[in-house]
Every structure is written in structure tokens, then in C-alpha cells.
């Protein structure tokens, strides 16, 4: 069965610092593979997609992410931290139709 | 456009009463969602519709919760009677369900749910 592991519960970075969160996936087949975003309050929105091609995908709020089938990683990054970045994080993988599997979620908080 | 509506946005109720949440998709959207999220947990796909008809209810329990998406526009998921592992922000979503562009799920605001 396909599962997401996010390592980290929670990430503390300074405004201006660099920022990766991990993501590890288990699933059989070549994976549809997310990134989505929780601010307190609202639904999740969609960052960023992985289907195929360039194993480098570019998202929205300046967020991007590596697939490395080697290490089942998706990581997301992104060079600058705004204050406006602090959520909850969620990676997923797609199975079947359209169905997603997310993991647990990391915690950004954005420090002066 | 619009997005995603639900309803209500906030509920507390006492265990093994019942309690029903509303969704409005996407105009256009043929596929819906309904997730449970438990605090600090990532959402758990409850049920999904393609239209009106259900292509995946396999975490859905069935001896308590019940949804139904008439006419493949609105939905309603109820829980009767409601137990207190129930208690969480239940999400509804909905994606165009085309090739694609069947993974580009638009999430509602979701209804806390609190049981007592």
C-alpha cells in the first residue's frame, strides 16, 4: 500500500533563511506526487505537482520541488522564507483515478 | 470563481447523536471528495464521487457514516450516531476529474466537528 512520510512534525526557519521540507513516499508504481499548504482556518491549496518529465517542478509562492526516484524524496524548497510561509504542510501521492494519500504534515513556523 | 462551500463551518454535538455537513463544488466539477482530518493527522479520503456515482468509499465507515451526492452537484456526509474519535475537521473537495487535471483538488474551508 502507498504511504507519505513527512520526518519532521515541526520546522522552525528565520525570515529570510532557506527552507527544505521532507517528504519520503512508498508506492509501487511511478507516483503522482504534491505538495499542498494549510493555513489555520482554511483548506488546503495546491503548491505544486509532479507527473512526469523534468524532475524539478516549480510551484506557486515561489516553492519548488526534486523528485529523486532513487531516494522515493520529494522534497520542497525554497530559498527565502517569508513570514506569510508559516502553515502546515502536507505532501501526497496520487493513486488510482485521482485519489490522494497525504502525510501527516510539517509545522513551518517563521521566526523574526 | 467560487470555490468550494461548506456547511456549517463549526459543530459540537454529544456522542451518539447525529450530525450531517453540506459541500458545494466547483461549478463544473465532476468529481467530489470527503476527507477526515484528525488534529495532527493528514487528511483521510473518506468518500469519493465521480458525478453522482461513488468510484471509492473503502475508509468509509459504513456502520455510522452515510454520504450521498444527488443530481452529481452538492453533497451531504452524515454521521449517526457520532462517537468521540469523530471528533475532527472534516473537508470536502472537488477536482474537474479529467485527464490530467484529476488530481487538482480545490479544498473547502472544512466543518470542525467536536464531540462531547
Known amino acids: 500500500a502507498q504511504s507519505v512520510t513527512q520526518p519532521n512534525i515541526h520546522i522552525t526557519v528565520s525570515e529570510g533563511a532557506s527552507l527544505e521540507l521532507r517528504c519520503n513516499y512508498s508506492y509501487g508504481a511511478t507516483p503522482y506526487l504534491f505538495w499542498y499548504v494549510q493555513s489555520p482556518g482554511q483548506g488546503l491549496q495546491l503548491l505544486l505537482k509532479?507527473?512526469?518529465?523534468?524532475?524539478l517542478v516549480q510551484g506557486i509562492k515561489g516553492f519548488e520541488a526534486e523528485f529523486k526516484r532513487s531516494q522515493s524524496s520529494f522534497n520542497l524548497r525554497k530559498p527565502s522564507v517569508h513570514w506569510s510561509d508559516a502553515a502546515e504542510y502536507f505532501c501526497?501521492?496520487?493513486?488510482?483515478?485521482?485519489?490522494?494519500?497525504f502525510g501527516k504534515g510539517t509545522m513551518l513556523l517563521v521566526s523574526p | 470563481e467560487a470555490g468550494v462551500a461548506q456547511s456549517p463551518r463549526y459543530k459540537i454535538i454529544e456522542k451518539r447523536q447525529s450530525v450531517a455537513f453540506w459541500c458545494n463544488p466547483i461549478?463544473?466539477?465532476?468529481?467530489l471528495y470527503w476527507y477526515q482530518q484528525i488534529l495532527g493527522q493528514g487528511p483521510k479520503l473518506l468518500i469519493q464521487f465521480q458525478n453522482n456515482g461513488v468510484v471509492d468509499d473503502s475508509q468509509l465507515p459504513k456502520d455510522r457514516f452515510s454520504a450521498e451526492r444527488l443530481k452529481g452537484v452538492d453533497s451531504t456526509l452524515k454521521i449517526q450516531p457520532a462517537k468521540l474519535e469523530d471528533s475532527a475537521v472534516y473537508l470536502c473537495?472537488?477536482?474537474?476529474?479529467?485527464?490530467?487535471?484529476?488530481?487538482?483538488?480545490?479544498f473547502g474551508p472544512g466543518t470542525r466537528l467536536t464531540v462531547t
Open positions: 473537495a472537488s477536482s474537474l476529474g479529467t485527464l490530467g487535471r484529476a488530481y487538482e483538488q480545490y
Open positions: 509532479y507527473f512526469s518529465g523534468d524532475t
Open positions: 461549478s463544473g466539477h465532476a468529481t
Open positions: 501526497a501521492v496520487g493513486r488510482g483515478y485521482s485519489t490522494l494519500t
